[in-house]
């Protein structure tokens, strides 16, 4: 009697994650992929979105982050199963005194915003002591460019908070919000399910979806990088080929997750043009059963950047350690890169390993979640430094003295450190608070540069030696000024 065999095995469903001792919850993998996710089987209707009657009598909603025409490659929206329609609110007010400190105007006709073309600093931001300020109380805007009324610019924020959000929740229609903790974890609930977000971690929450903050390892700061009217992307890989930098399969975004809550009283937060409104709704918000689509919250692990760097000689451009970058409307030019400076090889000989002397157009904000820092700049964890379009920036005398006289091997870097920039090709703005009003500003030090010194004339007898061998007059030692 012959015995059969099973040589064959299939999935039992597409690949999730999740299940750490620090996260208990599970995601799904990828970057702007077309997700299906019901918390109970059988909700998603079947070659429909929007069928007569859905099962349960749940109610079916799509939340649209791009034009309807836009170019189907553009398109990014989502379709949800709800207990209630998030029209069942009741009227919208201005929150008066929620918040005065976000901004989303950063036209020079602003009062409150101002250009500097100094290098600035910020010491890390204290945590709040006095009374209990959530996330969306804790936000502080530094700067930013642009306008969200005209959905083209950006803003940059820290938020400081040290009370989870109870019963509200928080929806910004200015633009979409990438999200850095850098002490503690942030536990955001969203309308397509859950996300537990540690320091090393990024998430970005589109416009015009509700969530909110937990604080499960109790007060916590960061930062936050908001764009208006573009998504945030995966930059293009050119001679790369198919692989490095940030893996799409390393993005996670929420399985569905739903409250059942339908008799308590909940706030709704909206920033809609740089103004907070607030309304009062008789049942939780995050009551999706079930969704479908592209338009939703993810995350990702920073440490699982894939780097790719000179390895014999020169140095390239930071770009190379691009994240995410959010386009402008100039074709071709992004309006902001998210760059991330991990551990990595450096195996560069005959070269200036350190960040060469710069004059860029863009404008540079440079953070750091953890470690220390070694660069010139004075820069910590929960701080910033801020550097303007144009403007010239490097390292000190003695940091270019050492990095030119010592001998090159090949070590390791940025070991134990996280550190990220904010790469704008626009000027940016910042905020009367960032300028006066936070007490962390570190105005630039006048003598910084006093002992950078020139060698270049202790080896005129060298270039004399030179010019003349190849037939040119020498040069003349004489003083600044003289005949």
């Given at each position: 009697?012959?015995?059969?065999?099973?040589?064959?095995?299939?999935?039992?469903?597409?690949?999730?994650?999740?299940?750490?001792?620090?996260?208990?919850?599970r995601y799904q993998q990828g970057f702007g992929n077309r997700?299906?996710?019901?918390?109970?089987?059988?909700?998603?209707?079947?070659?429909?979105?929007?069928?007569?009657?859905?099962?349960?009598?749940?109610?079916?909603?799509?939340?649209?982050?791009?034009?309807?025409?836009?170019?189907?490659?553009?398109?990014?929206?989502?379709?949800?199963?709800?207990?209630?329609?998030?029209?069942?609110?009741?009227?919208?007010?201005?929150?008066?005194?929620?918040?005065?400190?976000?901004?989303?105007?950063?036209?020079?006709?602003?009062?409150?915003?101002?250009?500097?073309?100094?290098?600035?600093?910020?010491?890390?931001?204290?945590?709040?002591?006095?009374?209990?300020?959530?996330?969306?109380q804790g936000i502080s805007t530094i700067g930013g460019n642009?306008?969200?009324?005209t959905k083209e610019g950006l803003a940059v924020h820290i938020?400081?908070?040290?009370?989870?959000?109870?019963?509200?929740?928080?929806?910004?229609?200015?633009?979409?919000?990438?999200?850095?903790?850098?002490?503690?974890?942030?536990?955001?609930?969203?309308?397509?399910?859950?996300?537990?977000?540690?320091?090393?971690?990024?998430?970005?929450?589109?416009?015009?979806?509700?969530?909110?903050?937990?604080?499960?390892?109790?007060?916590?700061?960061?930062?936050?990088?908001?764009?208006?009217?573009?998504?945030?992307?995966?930059?293009?890989?050119?001679?790369?080929?198919?692989?490095?930098?940030?893996?799409?399969?390393?993005?996670?975004?929420?399985?569905?997750?739903?409250?059942?809550?339908?008799?308590?009283?909940?706030?709704?937060?909206?920033?809609?043009?740089?103004?907070?409104?607030?309304?009062?709704?008789?049942?939780?918000?995050?009551?999706?059963?079930?969704?479908?689509?592209?338009?939703?919250?993810?995350?990702?692990?920073?440490?699982?950047?894939?780097?790719?760097?000179?390895?014999?000689?020169?140095?390239?451009?930071?770009?190379?350690?691009?994240?995410?970058?959010?386009?402008?409307?100039?074709?071709?030019?992004?309006?902001?890169?998210?760059?991330?400076?991990?551990?990595?090889?450096?195996?560069?000989?005959?070269?200036?390993?350190?960040?060469?002397?710069?004059?860029?157009?863009?404008?540079?904000?440079?953070?750091?979640?953890?470690?220390?820092?070694?660069?010139?700049?004075?820069?910590?964890?929960?701080?910033?430094?801020?550097?303007?379009?144009?403007?010239?920036?490097?390292?000190?005398?003695?940091?270019?003295?050492?990095?030119?006289?010592?001998?090159?091997?090949?070590?390791?870097?940025?070991?134990?450190?996280?550190?990220?920039?904010?790469?704008?090709?626009?000027?940016?703005?910042?905020?009367?608070?960032?300028?006066?009003?936070?007490?962390?500003?570190?105005?630039?030090?006048?003598?910084?540069?006093?002992?950078?010194?020139?060698?270049?004339?202790?080896?005129?007898?060298?270039?004399?030696?030179?010019?003349?061998?190849?037939?040119?007059?020498?040069?003349?030692?004489?003083?600044?000024?003289?005949?």
């Open positions: 009697m012959l015995k059969t065999l099973n040589n064959s095995l299939s999935a039992q469903g597409s690949s999730t994650t999740g299940g750490a001792p620090e996260d208990r919850y997700f299906a996710c019901e918390a109970i089987p059988g909700i998603l209707p079947q070659a429909r979105n929007a069928p007569q009657r859905v099962k349960y009598d749940l109610f079916s909603e799509q939340l649209n982050g791009s034009a309807f025409v836009a170019p189907r490659t553009c398109i990014q929206n989502v379709w949800m199963y709800l207990v209630f329609p998030s029209v069942a609110h009741g009227s919208l007010k201005k929150a008066q005194g929620l918040n005065d400190r976000i901004q989303s105007c950063f036209s020079p006709m602003n009062n409150a915003m101002e250009y500097t073309p100094e290098d600035l600093s910020w010491a890390y931001f204290p945590l709040p002591e006095s009374q209990f300020i959530d996330f969306v642009g306008d969200a009324t938020y400081s908070a040290n009370a989870s959000m109870e019963q509200s929740a928080f929806c910004n229609n200015d633009g979409d919000m990438l999200i850095l903790p850098q002490k503690g974890r942030l536990n955001v609930q969203t309308e397509m399910g859950r996300l537990m977000v540690r320091p090393g971690e990024l998430v970005v929450i589109q416009a015009g979806i509700r969530f909110r903050v937990g604080l499960p390892d109790g007060p916590s700061r960061g930062y936050i990088q908001e764009v208006f009217g573009a998504h945030w992307e995966l930059p293009e890989l050119g001679p790369f080929g198919s692989n490095g930098m940030a893996y799409p399969r390393d993005f996670e975004s929420p399985v569905a997750s739903f409250d059942l809550d339908t008799s308590s009283g909940w706030e709704i937060i909206y920033k809609a043009a740089g103004q907070l409104y607030t309304c009062t709704q008789n049942h939780t918000p995050f009551d999706v059963v079930a969704w479908h689509g592209n338009y939703a919250p993810y995350k990702y692990d920073i440490s699982k950047f894939v780097n790719t760097a000179c390895v014999e000689k020169e140095q390239a451009d930071p770009t190379i350690y691009c994240v995410l970058t959010a386009r402008s409307r100039v074709p071709g030019i992004s309006i902001c890169d998210f760059l991330a400076f991990t551990q990595r090889w450096m195996t560069t000989s005959d070269t200036f390993r350190p960040p060469y002397y710069h004059r860029n157009m863009s404008t540079e904000v440079m953070g750091i979640i953890y470690g220390q820092w070694g660069g010139s700049a004075p820069l910590e964890p929960g701080g910033l430094t801020y550097e303007g379009s144009f403007m010239p920036h490097g390292e000190s005398y003695e940091v270019w003295k050492s990095a030119t006289t010592r001998q090159l091997k090949t070590e390791r870097v940025m070991e134990g450190v996280l550190a990220f920039m904010m790469h704008m090709s626009v000027p940016l703005l910042l905020s009367k608070w960032a300028r006066e009003d936070s007490g962390c500003l570190r105005e630039a030090d006048p003598e910084r540069w006093r002992d950078m010194r020139s060698h270049f004339e202790e080896h005129l007898e060298e270039i004399n030696a030179d010019l003349v061998a190849s037939g040119h007059l020498p040069l003349q030692n004489q003083p600044v000024g003289g005949e």
